[in-house]
């Protein structure tokens, strides 16, 4: 997470799976729905978090993409999500996930903070993905991919937690 001089940026990361988000998730119902999830996921995501920053929209978008940046994995695939991205099914979202795997390379979801992200991580990123056409909050976010990423595991490994069968 975080250390006592704040993030810790990494270049390279072991573990094939990251979340990189603004905002330190306290305790409470949003940490407990991550966790939740998270905790299902073989390995769990390593999480870096970036401090919110303060001051106008633009300021707060461009602090907060700086520190997105830096906290990123090198060599990762980044993913965004972002309001204006694709909205898949869970089944082609577990196929994404298959298509990033298949290329070696880590994984790391980015989420901005409440102002959204700057134009220069949504220029980094290889996809920008949507969690339908509402806004949530970006804490909620956090405990929506955890499940979305726990169900893309389930659905790649043939597992009954995803019904398929279920109309849409």
């Known amino acids: 997470m975080t250390g ?4 810790r940026p990494r ?4 573990n094939r799976l990251a979340i990189v988000a603004v905002g330190r998730l306290r305790p409470g119902p ?4 991550y966790e939740h999830y998270a905790a299902r996921l ?11 920053a303060r001051g106008s929209a633009a ?4 602090r907060e993409g700086a520190a997105l940046l830096a906290a990123l994995p090198a060599n990762a695939t980044a993913i965004a999500l972002d309001l204006g991205g694709e909205a898949p099914s869970s089944e082609g979202f577990a196929a994404l996930l298959d298509r990033c795997a298949a290329t070696g390379k880590p994984v ?3 989420i901005g903070g409440a102002e959204g992200l700057d134009p220069d991580v949504l220029a980094r990123v290889a996809h920008r993905l949507a969690l339908g056409p509402m806004t949530w909050p970006h804490f909620l976010v956090r405990g929506m991919l955890a499940e979305q990423l726990y169900r893309a595991q389930a659905i790649r490994q043939n597992h009954p937690y995803h019904r398929a069968w279920r109309p849409g």
């Open 108 to 110: 790391a979801f980015v």
């Open 11 to 14: 270049k390279t990361t072991t």
């Open 30 to 33: 949003e940490r407990d729905l």
């Open 59 to 62: 300021e707060v978008r461009r």
């Open 4 to 7: 006592p001089a704040g993030p």
């Open 42 to 52: 073989r390995p769990p995501p390593a999480v870096t978090e970036i401090p919110e």
